[in-house]
Each structure stands twice: as C-alpha cells, then as structure tokens.
C-alpha cells in the first residue's frame, strides 16, 4: 500500500510533490522518490526510509519543473532501499506504482530475454520497461502505457511520465485506488483524497480498468479497451484528518473495513487456479524442505499468537503434520524441545516484537528451519529466518490490529496448503474447495461488513457492562479469545476468552445476569456441543450474544441476540467471525469515548522484553 501524487500545471512542483507524500505516508513509508520534468528532461531522487531524508536529498539537488510524480514506499517487492524505490527508470519513462503485479516473474523473464536489464528487484520496474518498449515502438504515452498494461495482470495504480512528453502525465488503475484534483489551470493526482485537498476539492475518482490523460487544461479518461468514460467532478467536503482515515471516524474502524482487500492482496499471485496449489516462490520454504518438516511449530505474542491458534488447526488438518503453538515469552523461558525437523514460524504483523525475535533466535540455534510470517517487509524477524512469507495488509496504523490479524489468517492457509500438497497428503480437491471458499472469503467478509450498524446497535446495549466472557470451540476459539482481547485493549473492559468446553470448569461461576456472554457457533462440527453452553449460559440468567450462521433458528430461540454470519466453509469461518467482534469492540470503545487509535499502555511495536 504505497502513496502516488503527481502534479501538471504551471508550478514548480517538487515542493507541492513532497507536500502531498507526508499526507500520504500513512499508506507506508520505508522509502520515498520524486521524477520532475526540468523542461528538457526527467529527473529523479530518491532516499530510503522516512520521508525527511528525502527532504535532505532535495536540499542537495532540488528539483525545479512540472510535470512531476512522486511516491512513498511500502515495499511487497524488495526490501527497502534507494535502488528499489520509486520512481523507476527506463529510457525516457519515469514511473510510480502502487500494488502487486502477479505475473511480475514471467514478464521479467520476457523482458530479460529482450536483454532488458533491471537495476532492481521491484515488479515496478518491469512496468516502467514495459512502457518503454511501447514507446520505442513508436506509440505516444497513452497508448503505450495502455499497450505495457494489456500485459499486466494484478493491482496496480500507476503515474507515468516520458522525457519527450512534458505537458502530461498518464495515470491508470485496477484494483488500487487513484484520485484526480482539478485546479485552474493545472491537474493533480494521488492515491488518496488527503495528498491534494489542500490544493483542490474538485475531484474525480478514477475505476477499475481505466486510464486518463492529465495535462493543466483537465483530463480526458478511457477505458484501458478505449471507450471514453464522461464523469462528472464530485467535490469533496471533508476536513484534512477525515480524509486522511476516508472519512472514517477512527484508523481501526478503516482499517477493520480495509480486510476484505488485505486478504485479496495477501492471496494475489500466491494461488495457481489450474492446479489449486501454492506457487513455490511465494511460501519462503522451497518445495524439498516443505516435504521434509516433521511439525510445525509456530511462536508469537499477542493477536498474532491468536492467530498462530488457528494455523495449528489448519496445519494439522490441511498438511497431516503435528502442529504445536507456544507465546514467544514462555519459550525463551523454557528449554523447548525444538530443532531440525521443526519448521518454527514466528508470527509478527510488525516483525520487530523483541520476544518473538528471542524465542525465533533459541529455535534457530537449536537447529530448526525458521519461516517469518510477518507484514512488515525486511524487518527484524524476517531478516533472522531463513525464508518469509509476508501478509500485505499495508500499514496498520490503530494499535490494536485488526487487518493484520486476518491478513495473517490468510497467510496460513496458503502455509498449511502449501505444506500439505508437498507432502502429498492434500487431495487436489480438498485444496480447491479451501482455496475457493479462500477466494469468497473478500465477499462475505464486506457482507457482514456492510451491517456494521446493527453491531453498534449491540454494542450500544452492552456497554455499561462490567466483564464479558467469550466463548468459542474449534477454530472459533483463538476467534473468542482475540475478540475478549480487542473489547479489552480498547474499552478497558475486562474480558476474558476461553475454549467453550472450560467453560464449566471454572468460568460459569462467574455468571449472572450482568455478565454478557459472547458465543462464536457457526454450523460447524462443534456446533451442538456450543448450544449446549449456550443453554447453560442461559439457564444461569447470564445475557447472550450469539454469532451464529444464517438460517439457525435454534440459536434464535435461546439467545438474547444473534449476529448472523454468511456460510462459508467449516475450516474458514474465523475470516468472518473476527469481524463483528472487531467492530463490537470498536463501538462499546467508541461510546466509552476512549482513544481508540492509541489506546493507554500500549504500543503498536513492542520492543521490550
Ligand atoms: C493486539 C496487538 C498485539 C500484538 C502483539 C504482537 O491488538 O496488536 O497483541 O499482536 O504485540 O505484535 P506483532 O504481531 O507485531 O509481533
């Protein structure tokens, strides 16, 4: 999720350029790069890490002119670095992109047999060669740039530049976003609406599938097929910091509506269709050590622990392989009986928890093969591991993590697939039926999504409540242990998780009618052991809350209030049902009138043992 703006008009940009990227560095920021036409040709600069840094190399060679394009980095592909960020160069292109190029390895390969030679390790730059070509061949911008897409399977918002073309810059997007701000006599363009509202509030969205010429009269849009598009201007009337969080109240409450595409892009490129199998490249463990690993051991902290729960569950259930889940914490304590044989995967959103990279350090020296499953790329985790599979949520800014926590959801699948058709113990039709309820998952996860306002009207009656419990079986249970740790992060309410059937090992003494009861019971094969608990709840006057499929009627009949979920398949209903608790959570926090986005006590990278 990285951050595009672009300016044609009369100005000196380089000024306006840097301007737009700090309100964009939000979207990602381990590097940064502006391409300015000084008039006769392109010139770029470039810096890795935050965007000041890029502000100290302008100083030393600034950057007069327009048109202009600049970019902040959140790498998917290479690891932060000045050679890797953008923009990229070829021949007389110049171009910024944000998202994911699938086929980036078969079109490099392409190009590489053209004697392209790349200066680095982005599927950006296969694009700037791409268009390159095109105009070599002799097409104007446009229609190179149209040309280079046909191409070009995955998401991408690009901004593109050409030396001998200086009144205009050409912008296309499928699947990431692009906005364009109309000014007198002059034209931007940006990821998001924040980057250019202080210059204009008169935009137009671009779609999916759609190109546009931007010159300082206006801009003309097509279809990347040709056919004109006529869209009419929308103005904007938000003020500088709803925009920056899309008019969202909160960065959790955006980031919790952001999941159905943070798993789209963590699957993008990863599945072969054909075959319903994991492509090798994408997993961090090449195909003969994925054969030979004789359990699976995942450590982490926190919700990436929660999800580390469920990985177990897919593992054993998708790859056969024993599967055993330890907080980084305790094992760095103990003297855990790990080494060759074990693929140890160490869960981190960030990469940099100190505890994770301990307890990753013990089992490394012990011998195991070590897997990151991280989303931040190149952080201090993945370095440490001997191979990495990245979840690309984008950056999560609200401290409680929301989008990372399915992103990593996602992450595991594609892992326990992955290992089980290695070892040959998942059936090819067993893999399409995961790997296609994983490719429906985006769609029932913006359903539920979309009834956001009957959970506020839930949370709106459990509030003034003193404890919650929740309670969850099989794969439901990291779900009702991450869902009491989110109400409590935010709300300060004290909320416990437990497995459903502990339930009366202990915490039903702790019923009543003040006490809500939050019970995670999709139609699975717990189910009837979970309504069980739910009757007992009930019996005991404690006030239930259900989530439940669509059509049960019995849980209708026994709870005080049931959240209906879509169906999906038995093995997938975590995607769906983290997130009415998220937003349970983030509404009882809301009416509370905490602060949501940086709750008290905590922090978004914890690097203190
Ligand atoms: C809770 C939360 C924390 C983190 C934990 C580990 O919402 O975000 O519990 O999950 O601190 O952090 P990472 O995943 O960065 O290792």
Known sequence: MCGIVGYVGPKSCGDLLVDGLRRLEYRGYDSAGLAVHDGKEIRVVRSVGKLGNLVSALKERPLAGAPGIGHTRWATHGRPSETNAHPHVAGGIALVHNGIIENHLHLKRQLMEQGVKFSSDTDTEIVAHLVEREVRAGHKLLEAVRRALAVVEGAYAVAVLHKDEPDRIVIAKNASPLVIGLGEGETYCASDIPAILPYTRTMVLL????????TAGGVEITTLKGER?????????????????????????KEIHEQPRAIEDTMRGRIDLEKWDIIDSEIGIDA????????????????????SLFGRYLVESLSGLPATCELASELVVRDPVVGPGDLVVAVSQSGETIDTLAALKAAKDRGARILALANVLDSAIPRAAHGSLYTHAGPEIGVASTKCFTAQLAAMVLLAVYLGRRRNVLSTDRAREVLQGMLEVPHRMRDVLSQDDSLRDLARKFQHAKSFLFLGRGVSFPIAVEGALKLKEISYIHAEGYAAGEMKHGPIALIDENMPVVVVMPRDRTYEKTLSNLQEVKAREGRTLALATRGDAEVGAIADHVFYLPKVDAMLTPFITSLPLQLLAYYVADFKGTDVDQPRNLAKTVTVE
């Open 207 to 214: 779609e999916e599938g759609e190109i546009a010429l931007l």
């Open 288 to 307: 003969a050590a994925a054969a030979d690993v004789k359990r699976v051991y995942f450590i982490a902290c926190g919700t990436s622990f929660h999800a």
């Open 229 to 253: 598009v006529d869209r009419k201007p929308k103005t904007i009337t938000w003020n500088a910091a709803q925009a920056e969080k899309s008019g969202y109240k909160h960065f959790m409450l």
